[in-house]
């Protein structure tokens, strides 16, 4: 019942969120990071935008184009990987992103060599296991990165946070976990570089903003929620801010969790301090058919998954990729001048 009304607080709110306000950031030199369905997500927004997004983190996620379109891939090459389900071969994948650039379908690879990178698999995480995590840091060594380290802990599939959450080696609801361990601080100070110490507790604003405007004015049809969040310090007011996405996992949404990821996943404090912009995009559950905005639409999503097999089509991981195109518009927007 909980997680139904919190799911008809966010719909309404969606309806009623503001525009994302101009931030005049630099929105040349972005982070991304993300949990599970989160970490493909931002790996893919990396690759896709590697020549402006700078670093990427992830925690329980693969390497780039790991489902190759599939869903059984997904799910089980991609996750639990075993004699029967393989990984991708990280040469293909390599050959594949390569494939892209040419094309312009993404950015050239070049970048690829000197992103910033921050990876994690949790020792009691069963739901995405250790080698996936290993592949997506090879696939990076591929292109000639070398900070390709994998951060560990006993935790189960989960964001990891210093106090936040349930016991640390769960797996469960809402999937961020108490460990004593900053992962959000861990991963900004590798992606950014030094930081200021957080602040005791979040001052900035929390902001709810209308996504459907970035969506072609309908985000159900490509499994997006009709309102994101984005946590805005106060010195962004009047100071360049730089800005970092954080994606969300699966079943961790705003429509099944309300506000928990966003404001518990532990980024917002570092921001206060470093004059960094959070972008916390949104997905939504859907079971397949549908009607909005006047036209039918097919996704088949039922936790709330970002797209990371094709469900919005086989663009999915490219720059035409519509929730690719949606958060880039996002970012843009975040950069514009206030």
Known sequence: MRALLAGLLVCNLGFAADRLPAQGADASA??????????FMAIQFQVAHSSRVKGVAALAAGPYYCAQGSLWAAYYNCQTPGTWAPLPVIAELKAQAERFAAEGRIDPTAALATTRLWFFSGSRDHTVERPVVEAAAQFYAAFGATNVAIHTRPSGHAMVTVSAGTACG????????????DAAGMLLAQLLGALKPPSAKPGGRLVAFDQKTFADGDAYAIGMADAGYAYLPAACASETCKVHVAFHGCRQNAETLGERFVRE????????TNRL????????????????????SYVYNPKGCWDWWGYTGSQYATKAAPQIRAVQAMVERLGAPR
């Open 30 to 39: 972005v982070t991304v990071s993300g949990l599970s369905s989160g970490g």
């Open 265 to 272: 996943a532990g980024y917002n404090r570092w921001a206060d």
């Open 170 to 181: 769960t797996t469960e609801p809402p999937f961020i976990n108490d460990c004593d361990y």
């Open 277 to 296: 912009v959070i972008l916390y995009p949104q997905t939504i559950v859907r079971y397949g058919a549908g009607f909005s905005g006047g036209h039918f």
